[in-house]
C-alpha cells in the first residue's frame, strides 16, 4: 500500500511539472474556429457559397506538437447548411493530420478527411497565426478539401477559417 501512495505522489508530482513547463514536448493544444467554403469546383458548375445556401462548418480539434517543428492533429467538424427556409447538420468530417511549422507563424496541416455524407479525401491546409497572447492565439486559415466517392464527382473547394487555438 505504501508503494501505491509513491506512485501515485510521483504521478501527480510529473503531472503538474509537466503541465507548467512550457518548452517541454510534447505540447497538447486544443482550438475551435468557423470555417467558410467559398467556392466548389467539379464537372459540373461552380458552387458558389452565399448563392440560395449558406454552409458553415465548425472544426474543433486537439494538436499535439512532438517537437516545434512537427505535431499531429485530429479535428471534428459538423457542418451546417441553410436552406429554403431551414437549416440542419449536413455532415460531420472527421479530419485527422500531420502538422509541419513553416515558421513565421504559418503551419501546414495535411489531412485525411472522412464525411458522413460518404465522402472521403484529404485537405491541404495553410494557417497563419496572426495574433499570439500567452495563453491563446487567433489563426487564419485557407483549406482546400479535396473530395471523392458516394457516387458524386470529384470536388475541389477554397475555403476561408479563423478560429482561436489556446
Known amino acids: ?18 503541465a507548467f513547463s512550457q518548452t517541454n514536448y510534447p505540447q497538447v493544444k486544443g482550438y475551435v474556429g468557423i470555417l467558410h467554403p467559398i467556392v466548389t469546383f467539379s464537372e459540373q458548375e461552380p458552387n458558389y457559397n452565399f448563392d440560395g445556401h449558406y454552409v458553415v462548418g465548425l472544426p474543433t480539434g486537439i494538436n499535439i506538437w512532438k517537437n516545434p517543428k512537427i505535431g499531429f492533429s485530429m479535428e471534428f467538424v459538423p457542418i451546417i447548411k441553410a436552406e429554403n427556409g431551414t437549416s440542419k447538420t449536413n455532415k460531420l468530417l472527421f479530419h485527422p ?12 496541416a495535411g489531412r485525411a478527411a472522412f464525411e458522413t455524407s460518404g465522402r472521403y479525401g484529404f485537405t491541404p491546409v495553410l494557417n497563419k497565426t496572426v495574433i499570439k497572447n500567452k495563453n491563446s492565439s487567433y489563426f487564419i486559415a485557407m483549406p482546400i478539401p479535396v473530395r471523392f466517392g458516394n457516387s458524386k464527382p470529384t470536388s475541389l473547394t477554397f475555403a476561408f477559417q479563423f478560429g482561436i487555438a489556446f
Not at 501515485?8 to 503538474?16: A, E, G, M, P
Not at 493530420?97 to 501546414?108: E, M, N, P, S, V
Open 97 to 108: 493530420g500531420i502538422l509541419l511549422a513553416l515558421g513565421k507563424g504559418f503551419t501546414f
Open 1 to 18: 500500500m505504501k508503494h501505491i501512495r509513491y506512485l501515485i505522489f510521483i504521478f501527480f508530482l510529473s503531472y503538474h511539472i509537466a
